[in-house]
């Protein structure tokens, strides 16, 4: 069973950069295929942000993000993280961490997620 907790979120004016970690634990490389992030902004679908596989490779980034958000891991796949640079107001939102068996981008194929933490960007 796998277990991830978000960190590192807060408050942070637009233009500014964040970093935000996911501690990951008994995850199986031999079940889960891809990890990733996501994010839910107030009153909106919670949507895709970033992920890779579980080799940290094939990485895919929201339109959104591209060229300013990078998702990376640390050597022993304890630790996932999202860089987040040149934040925009509409970046504001609970961030998640998610794993999934199914290549894919969309929601319904992710299996599990942590609990979220909150980024919020003023103007």
């Known amino acids: 069973q796998v277990t991830l907790v978000e960190s590192g979120g807060g408050l942070v004016q637009a233009g500014g950069s964040h970093r935000l970690s996911c501690a990951a634990s008994?995850?199986?490389?031999?079940?889960?295929?891809?990890i990733g992030w996501f994010r839910q902004a107030p009153g909106k679908e919670r949507e895709f942000v970033a992920t890779?596989?579980?080799?940290?490779?094939?990485?895919y980034y929201a339109e959104s993000v591209k060229g300013r958000f990078t998702i990376s891991r640390d050597n022993a796949w304890r630790t996932l993280y999202l860089q987040m640079n040149s934040l925009k107001p509409e970046g504001t939102g609970e961030y998640f961490c998610?794993?999934?068996?199914?290549?894919?981008?969309?929601?319904?194929?992710?299996?599990?997620w942590g609990r979220g933490t909150q980024v919020t960007v003023s103007s």
């Open positions: 890779m596989n579980t080799i940290g490779t094939n990485i």
């Open positions: 998610a794993v999934s068996r199914i290549r894919s981008n969309e929601i319904k194929w992710w299996n599990d």
């Open positions: 008994g995850l199986s490389f031999d079940y889960y295929s891809r």
